[in-house]
């Protein structure tokens, strides 16, 4: 399974984003499509995540009615869709796959089997 992941960059506060995560290698029916960051000197945290075939969404509470995760079965591609950025978000942003949805922790990153490069996102105040 390949991951990649794009649309990073720099965005003032307030402004949007949108984040692209293109999966490639296998049959992705049952898995579980998640986005998490990274600050370095930091434990990477849950953002968001959708199952592929339910389209059932999850969501980390700092982003809560701010982010909007979705996927395109047609295109392969997963999506995260960032609104009303702030400072607090910059971080590097990993699109990352679980090969079985359950439903259950889904916010923990041991689950997760497959992760893409990483894009970075800074907001500036």
């Known amino acids: 399974v390949q991951l990649q992941a794009s649309g990073g960059g720099l965005v003032q506060t307030g402004g949007s984003l949108k984040l692209s995560c293109v999966a490639s290698?296998?049959?992705?029916?049952?898995?579980?499509m998640g986005w998490f960051r990274q600050v370095p000197g930091q434990e990477r945290e849950f953002v968001a995540a959708?199952?592929?075939?339910?389209?059932?969404?999850h969501y980390g509470g700092s982003v809560k009615d701010r982010f909007a995760v979705s996927r395109d079965s047609t295109e392969n591609t997963v999506y995260l869709q960032m609104n009303n950025l702030q400072p607090d978000d910059t971080a590097v942003y990993y699109c990352?796959?679980?090969?079985?949805?359950?439903?259950?922790?889904?916010?923990?990153?041991?689950?997760?089997?497959?992760w893409g490069q990483g894009t970075q996102v800074t907001v500036s105040s």
């Open positions: 990352a796959a679980d090969p079985f949805y359950s439903g259950f922790y889904v916010s923990e990153a041991d689950e997760y089997e497959y």
């Open positions: 959708v199952s592929w075939t339910e389209g059932d969404t």
């Open positions: 290698g296998a049959t992705f029916t049952t898995y579980l």
